[in-house]
């Protein structure tokens, strides 16, 4: 299992640590809150940054510590952006043109 935190980039602290078994969950689990209108990750995205800083072996109890924090993503990159009509009119044409061409 893989060991990670929330950098708060404004007040310059992290999250309590947590445990995901892939770096893909943990992405996606950020992503999600990071689309939740009423957490802090959503109204100030630009200050939070999700990091792997080590990993804990559920069979020996060993947590390792990483020497640095690799930086996953971005809460600003996986927020979801509103699109205007003509930027949703043309993702409907693009996925019309992508169903057609897999029949």
């Known amino acids: ?3 990670y935190t929330v950098n708060d ?3 310059k602290t ?3 640590p947590f445990v995901m078994l892939t770096d893909r969950d943990a992405i996606e689990g950020f992503r999600h809150v990071c689309n939740e209108p009423e957490t802090p990750y959503a109204k100030h995205p630009q200050d939070y940054t999700l990091v792997n800083i080590g990993s804990f072996d559920e069979r020996t109890g060993v947590l390792t510590l990483s020497d640095s924090q690799l930086v996953l993503a971005r809460a600003l ?3 979801h952006k509103k699109l205007n009509k003509e930027q949703i009119a043309n993702k409907i044409a693009e996925l019309k043109l992508e169903l057609e061409g897999a029949e």
């Open 14 to 16: 992290f999250t309590k």
């Open 1 to 3: 299992m893989k060991l």
């Open 77 to 79: 990159d996986l927020k």
């Open 9 to 11: 980039l404004a007040s």
